[in-house]
């Protein structure tokens, strides 16, 4: 038996439903694009699927035997689907793998929708451009309003669907992001801080790990004006610099342009 399906590969809903069939009496075999291969088992087995680099995976190949694998394109990691607990492989955390490929998922999506509104949107512009060389008939207009209102239909469908499955990504990305702790594709605010009537210019490397710094401008009275890219607020950051600096030789400015 087999059941096409579209899931994002490796995915906890993918899981879900592959165990849903295992509870159903079918035994998972094969993994061909969008399509599941199953075979009826009295004592089915519950299916764990991870996401591993395509390394890791050819190297446990003869010990792991997974029931399946599938690489993900455009990345050095692939799905592998076994029927092997957890707790019986080497493997035991593929966050950042999973990172990854949820970050390649979202600007998929995103994209999906780029495409599919401007290709809906130059539809719209060719049924509009062609009516102006077609004689004027009330069954031209009443087609040509159909089309441009099932256009119209048409992107705010894809749209909803494309947006629904980013945000459905993004929501994974953040949850991985916070337990890798690897935030350097994320958005950080740009705070800003001002030191002033510094002898030199301060040395930063010491506080590197707060996030991007980069020097916007100084003036001849010992004023340095940073840009700092980073997630910290402007009170962890002044706990941060009160530690090193006297309070009274700097401000920080938020990203809003708050002073604190």
């Not at 003869?62 to 957890?86: E, H, L, M, Q, W």
Request: glycine share 4%; net charge positive.
């Amino acid at each position: 038996m087999h059941k096409t399906h579209f899931f994002l590969k490796g995915s906890d809903r993918e899981q879900r439903w592959l165990n849903r069939q295992a509870d159903r009496g079918y035994q998972l075999t094969a993994v061909t694009g969008w399509t599941y291969h199953f075979q009826r088992a009295t004592t089915p087995r519950a299916v764990v699927s991870e996401y591993l680099p395509t390394t890791t995976l050819e190297a446990m190949a003869a010990d792991f035997k997974p029931v399946a694998t599938v690489p993900v394109k455009g990345t050095a990691i692939a799905v592998s689907y076994a029927n092997t607990p957890k707790t019986h492989r080497v493997v035991s955390d593929d966050a950042v793998a999973r990172l990854a490929v949820y970050r390649q998922a979202r600007n998929r999506a995103l994209n999906w929708m780029n495409g599919w509104v401007a290709a809906i949107w130059l539809l719209m512009c060719l049924a509009l451009f062609t009516s102006t060389k077609v004689a004027a008939t009330p069954g031209w207009a009443a087609l040509l309003w159909s089309v441009l209102i099932g256009g119209a239909l048409l992107i705010i469908v894809g749209m909803v669907i494309c947006v629904t499955a980013a945000v459905r990504c993004h929501r994974t990305v953040r949850r991985l992001v916070r337990i890798t702790g690897d935030d350097e594709d994320a958005w950080k605010p740009t705070m800003h801080i001002l030191f002033k009537h510094q002898p030199e210019r301060p040395d930063i490397d010491q506080w590197q790990d707060m996030g991007r710094w980069q020097l916007a401008m100084h003036n001849q009275r010992g004023d340095y004006y940073f840009n700092l890219q980073t997630s910290l607020n402007a009170y962890e950051i002044k706990s941060i610099l009160t530690k090193v600096i006297n309070q009274r030789d700097f401000t920080v400015m938020s990203w809003v342009g708050n002073y604190h």
